[in-house]
């Protein structure tokens, strides 16, 4: 699968020209993660990279964990052999969409802007107030970074430029349910394809924020663990119209209300200190051990991530129980969504089980660590340098991730993990708000600034 980049026609098609199409190609591919292997699956995804891959010389090999669970790997032989090898990896899957609930149908990978009344406009014109972008399910999370891969090695690989190193592409299976049938797969069974490797980089960071009127880019350098869970409430099945003094789902309800209200003290780890003290210096705040409540006030709907990184979370989602209303049921079940912050996993899980009843019991539906790196090294000049390029007047910042991602299962084979897919974004585009959203989209000029910063990273990294 290791191919060395061989010059070929067409090199007059530059990565910008095509990332937005690619973009497009792929949300037009259903590739919806339900968790339970219901979906679609990825397969057909995979065959389209893995094509893409080898229109331009490289030999791309599909790994299936289970029918239609599919990866894409392949390795782009670097200048210097005597390097260690860097990963750049994407993940295929999606959440669900529920098309009633948008603009544009969310798999259509539309192209353009769409007006007010919910009809799509053609690229180039104005319907809605906004710039052109590619909308649809996985525009943001993170179909827009495969593209941006995709569309720069495409270019490089047509006009014979090898990287500074050997570069590793995967894009992968089931991040969208913990990894299980994708990255985690492939470090458990075929490791040997990432033999080499000590850097990576991949979702979510590398995109900009404006905090008065400065520019930053966040670089994630760490990112909460994931603790899965559910709970089961056990009684005394009965009559609806007898006293029922130990009825589970009274039992359940009280837990899952302690836990949902539950407030978890603060815990300020290295990359969310460091992201908050150059907040602080953009909005002109001074900064101390009670600035974040500052800053969280006056960074918008950034606030949605970053407020999660100042502590541990907890949040109920998922309700069950009975199935007649005059019939009270033995058992009740709930499902919770706990994340911990790095070097916090003890005591989350210590304050998690003050708040049970005691009838209730859990169980871990998806468990997996957290991650915490520093923010230097050669790399993270590389990454710092490109975007900097592109925007001198912005600043690079490290930051904390309140989600996880395909970096849980790579640390484990001893590689050191960053986000960075880059994109300057409209100072008012509720980013954030894009992930698992309605209306997901990613501006045009947002792809396209994306690409020449990851071609001039692999130049320097």
Known sequence: ?????????????TAQDEVASLCSDLIRINTSNRGDNSGPGERQAAEHVATLLAEVGLEPTILESAPGRASVVTRITGEDQSRPALLLHGHLDVVPADAADWQ???????????????????????????????????????????????????????????????????FLADEEAGGSYGARYLVDNHAGLFEGVTEAVGEVGGFSVTLGGQRLYLIQTAEKGISWLRLTARGTAG??????????????????????????????????????AEACTALGIEYGPEAYHQVIDKIGSLSRITGATLHNTLNPSVLKA???????????????DGRFLPGYEEEFFAELDSLLGPAVTREFIHHDIAV????????????????????????VVPYCLSGGTDAKSFTRLGIRCFGFAPLRLP???DFSGMFHGVDERVPVTALQFGTRVLDSFLDRC
């Open 322 to 336: 009975g199935y007649k209303v005059n019939v009270v049921p033995q058992v009740a079940t709930a499902e919770v």
């Open 104 to 170: 544009v149908d969310p798999f259509s990978g539309h192209i353009g802007t769409v007006g007010t009344s919910g009809t799509a406009g053609t690229s180039g014109t104005s319907t809605g107030g906004e710039e052109d972008c590619v909308w649809g399910r996985g525009a943001v999370d993170m179909k827009d970074m495969d593209a941006m891969i995709l569309a720069v090695v495409r270019q490089r690989l047509r006009e014979g430029r090898r990287p500074s190193r050997d570069v590793v592409l995967a």
């Open 239 to 276: 009559h609806g119209s007898m006293l029922q003094p130990d009825n589970a789902v009274t039992e359940l309800a009280e837990t899952v209300a302690r836990m949902g209200r539950h407030e978890w003290p603060v815990r300020l780890t290295p990359s969310v200190e460091a992201f908050l």
């Open 427 to 429: 100072a008012d585009l």
């Open 372 to 395: 915490e790196t520093t923010f230097d090294g050669d790399l993270c000049d590389a990454m710092t340098a490109s975007l900097l390029a592109e925007d001198p007047g912005a600043k």
């Open 1 to 13: 699968m290791t191919q060395t980049p061989a010059s070929s026609g067409h090199n007059d098609i």
